[in-house]
């Protein structure tokens, strides 16, 4: 009887690639979003077909597809949906994102530096911060109407207040954990304090900031579609709240299609932008 | 001319171009690191004289305090005690009449070319772009990475990063030069091509070298004077000339000599005994 070589090892693709080797397989690589499209677009079409809930519970693509069509053409003096045309409600989400975001960052980026360069500064700031990055935004909603009125720049101010903790914490770790030679290097060479501003800590924190940029707009992006359900018409989010009276679900699930795809739109915006801002770290 | 330790003060390093140095004087200089238990001395009161021109080696056992003395004379560290001199004028901080050397290149800036490295310290200095270049180039040029002028410095071998480095430092054209462990994370092939160049620099500009090492043949090869330190407290326990940096041999035969092999032989239990 002949003895077999042992293979008793283990031998598991996710268990190799664990150990730090390379994964062989490939084959799913690119195609995954495509497949993963297919397959809820099909269960989602096979079970609206076979009409096993009423339309109005679950709508079949097409007339998901008639909802949108219908929102980007006017009909007998109608425009749109709700009065606007779908690029008006998203256009006018992402305006109220652009201004708060703005803010947020030309507030929360030289914060985020004083938080990391001064000690007293932090340990009295730090915690101001943290408390409002722990608020959901919804819940001080109310007080900014109170203050600021129904119209956009309560909301504005909402997407400021949600924005500006994770820039300012993001820049903050940054300024922390530069590196020490590089600022022993430029104090060597003779650096003024505005220079070792200007050429070692700015652009040492420039990865945080655009980092921290990204968190803060998709925690803005969340925030603002929830802001929009009072007197947020044109708004996607708006838009999305309205349907509920007329049983419009063919447009609910436009709407959450539309806000997914912004969502990932704006990601990939902030990703070519740091690709252009960070060329060094394109690895070749 | 003699200068009053108020106004050296105030003015510190006026870093003007072709600024001869004299010399380096440490006076009781120690330093002892504040921990959170107990104190741990890491250097003994120290009097030293550097004098321009000197390749000073400092060669000792890890936590032999060489590398703090070096940031001391670098002005990154205050001593707990005493002062240094630059000629009349007291070490107050960091300045470029003494540009450093580090053993990391993490000191490289990743977002900057190689070039725009090298020209650092000549933009914190307002040069105009066209006389950065040239004085960049210039020096890439000495340490012979001129076609990598526009790479990044990731890009380059840890080797390639510290003749970087190298340049960088020599373009404010600094009046000392620091260098700490500058080839310690490198293979030995590349460090022996490193040892080279800097030999061959400092053979070319008899520049003033302070250079912190644990290499005992590093320190005879390159040395016109070598410090040997104690284990923590560090101390000066030998003061030793040597004369091989300025033989017109290569690298590769005075490694060979007799003379070489035995100086080394010597040092090297001599560091074991301490």
């Not at chain 1, 500064?121 to 109407?145: C, D, H, M, N, T």
Request: glycine fraction near 10%; aromatic fraction near 6%; charged fraction near 20%.
């Amino acid at each position: 009887m002949s003895k077999s070589v042992a293979t008793d090892g283990l031998d598991l693709p996710w268990a190799r690639r664990l150990a730090g080797h390379s994964d062989p397989s490939r084959r799913f690589r690119g195609v995954g979003p495509i497949v993963a499209i297919a397959l809820v677009g099909g269960i989602w079409s096979l079970v609206a077909y076979l009409q096993i809930w009423s339309e109005i519970i679950l709508p079949t693509p097409d007339r998901v597809w008639s909802a949108l069509v219908e929102s980007v053409t006017s009909e007998g003096g109608r425009r749109g949906l709700s009065g606007h045309y779908l690029w008006e409600h998203v256009g006018a989400s992402l305006w109220r994102i652009i201004r708060g975001v703005f803010w947020a960052a030309a507030f929360g980026a030289p914060l985020g530096l004083g938080l990391g360069l001064f000690r007293t500064f932090q340990a009295v700031a730090e915690p101001i911060v943290g408390f409002l990055r722990s608020l959901p935004p919804l819940g001080y909603f109310s007080l900014l109407i109170i203050w600021f009125g129904i119209d956009d720049t309560s909301k504005v101010w909402l997407l400021f207040i949600a924005a500006f903790p994770p820039i300012a914490i993001g820049v903050a770790a940054g300024v922390a954990s530069i590196q020490p030679e590089r600022v022993k290097a430029a104090l060597t060479l003779g650096a003024t304090r505005r220079d070792l501003v200007r050429h070692t800590i700015l652009p040492s924190t420039l990865p945080d900031l655009l980092t921290g940029l990204r968190v803060a707009i998709g925690f803005a992006w969340t925030t603002i579609v929830a802001a929009e359900t009072s007197n947020g018409i044109p708004g996607i989010g708006g838009l999305a709240w309205a349907t509920k009276k007329e049983l419009r679900s063919d447009v609910a699930i436009l709407c959450v299609i539309v806000i997914g795809v912004v969502a990932v739109l704006m990601d990939l915006v902030i990703r070519l932008i740091e690709r252009r801002l960070l060329p060094w770290r394109r690895r070749s | 001319m003699t200068v009053t330790p108020q106004q050296a003060e105030t003015a510190p390093s006026p870093g003007a171009e072709g600024e001869t140095v004299r010399g380096l004087r440490l006076r009781g200089v120690s330093h002892v690191y504040r921990g959170g238990v107990r104190d741990v001395v890491s250097l003994d009161p120290l009097d030293l004289d550097v004098v321009a021109g000197e390749f000073l080696v400092i060669v000792g056992p890890s936590g032999c305090g060489k590398s703090t003395l070096l940031e001391i004379l670098a002005g990154l560290i205050r001593p707990t005690s005493g002062d240094v001199f630059i000629d009349d004028r007291r070490v107050v901080g960091p300045s470029r009449d003494r540009a450093v050397v580090f053993q990391q290149s993490t000191s490289l800036y990743p977002w900057l070319t190689v070039r725009r490295n090298v020209e650092l310290g000549l933009r914190v200095r307002n040069l105009p772009r066209s006389e950065r270049r040239s004085r960049a180039d210039a020096e890439l040029a000495r340490v012979g990475l001129s076609e990598f002028a526009d790479q990044w410095p990731h890009e380059l071998s840890g080797g390639m990063q510290q003749r970087c480095q190298i340049a960088r430092a020599l373009a404010v054209d600094p009046p000392i030069l620091l260098l700490d462990e500058p080839f310690g994370a490198l293979d030995a092939l590349t460090r022996e091509n490193l040892q080279h160049s800097l030999r061959e620099i400092w053979r070319e500009t008899r520049r003033t070298v302070v250079m912190v090492t644990h290499s005992v043949e590093e320190a005879v090869l390159l040395g016109t004077r070598v410090l040997v330190m104690s284990h923590r407290p560090g101390r000066v326990v030998d003061d030793l000339r040597f004369g091989f940096v300025t033989l017109n041999s290569t690298v590769a035969e005075i490694r060979s000599r007799p003379d070489f092999v035995e100086t080394c032989r010597t040092l090297r239990s001599q560091l074991l005994g301490l």
